[in-house]
């Protein structure tokens, strides 16, 4: 599995194995007994839940205290006040997925001029550097995810298809990224593919542009969501218009998983791998703290998953077994 995409810099991808800590680095964390802050965009996506997961274990196995999790419900104001709150606090590091670029750059800035180490989530807000403003930014290959939806719904449209392209209004780079991808792909490899984009400011939003979206244009054959949550209530509310049209998406959540078992409109998901994402980024900000270099970008490719090898991409992405409702909608379990 190899990276496609470059990092917001334009920096060559590192794997996580650069990150890799070692016997003596954990027990020299153990000494220090660290004190950690992770600031999320949410707390409610399954996605979020297993990237923690994989943070803290790393932290508890070193000794580090994470003092608070922070959900920032999408909004940069509140990102920007829960920064400045934990600057006062004076943790070691802090772990941030910034929710927008211009808008968070500045309280992200203050963190590391607060002396606090601060590595980032799958987004550099605009104008930060790696080395001067944050040590390193943690990711999955974005771009990679746009392909490998791209390649996932290229053989089910006949020529001359006509696509929905839902994006996210926000100046996100994991999510522009894939959506780039995504065009890029279909635009080299079938040329013929006609694409219709819109973007949605919030999850709620998408489900009634997907439906403006297929009236504007009758014989749209399929859909690309930048990822699942908005997916699943764009199929949910297609399907209620008698509209069960092809999508594709990014992000193995378990009710996608279902979904695609179920071989209904789902026909692909670029899934990412949160925990082991977790796992790098705990790693990096330990490293971090021994003082100790690290890749201005580490990134974890993407797995391509089907109903045909959905179980075990789940095992593998989420560390446990499948959804029972996916094992028996696949006549694996009674």
């Given amino acids: 599995m190899t990276i496609s995409g470059l990092g917001p810099h334009g920096e060559r991808a590192a794997p996580p ?41 790393i932290f508890g196995d070193c000794g580090a205290a994470v003092i608070d999790v922070v959900d920032c419900g999408f909004s940069p104001a509140r990102q920007e006040a829960e920064l400045d709150r934990l600057i006062a606090q004076r943790p070691d590091a802090i772990v941030s997925l910034p929710v927008a670029n211009e808008q968070v750059a500045a309280a992200h800035a203050r963190v590391t001029a607060a002396g606090i180490k601060l590595v980032l989530l799958d987004n550099a807000p605009t104008g930060l550097l790696p080395g001067t403003h944050y040590t ?21 449209l006949a020529q001359g298809a006509h696509v929905g392209v839902l994006g996210f209004a926000a100046d996100f780079f994991a999510t522009n990224e894939r959506e780039i991808a995504f065009g890029k792909w279909l635009q080299t490899h079938r040329p013929d593919v006609h694409l219709h984009s819109a973007r949605f400011g919030r999850i709620d939003e998408a ?72 796992v790098a980024t705990a790693q990096t900000v330990i490293l971090t703290l021994l003082g100790r270099p690290v890749p201005a970008w580490v990134a974890l490719p993407g797995i391509a998953v089907t109903a045909g090898n959905v179980v075990e991409s789940f095992q593998t992405v989420w560390r446990q077994p499948a959804p029972k409702e996916v094992l028996r909608l696949l006549g694996l379990a009674r």
């Fill in 17 to 57: 194995e650069r990150v890799t800590l070692l016997p003596d680095d954990r027990t020299a964390a153990k000494a220090a007994a660290w004190r950690i802050a992770v600031v999320l965009h949410t707390l409610e996506s399954d996605w979020a839940k297993q990237q923690l997961a994989g943070m803290v274990g």
């Fill in 136 to 156: 390193a930014l943690v990711s999955a290959d974005n771009f990679g995810l746009g392909k490998i939806a791209a390649m996932g719904l290229a053989p089910h």
């Fill in 207 to 278: 489900a009634m542009l997907a439906e403006r979206m297929a009236q504007e244009n009758p014989g749209l054959a399929g859909f690309f969501v930048v990822w699942d949550t908005p997916a699943l209530g764009v199929a949910r509310h297609l399907a209620t218009r008698g509209l069960a049209l092809p999508m594709v998406t990014v992000d193995l959540g378990e009710d996608a998983a279902i979904e695609l078992a179920k071989g209904g409109s789902f026909l692909c998901i670029a899934a990412q791998q949160p925990f082991q994402q977790g």
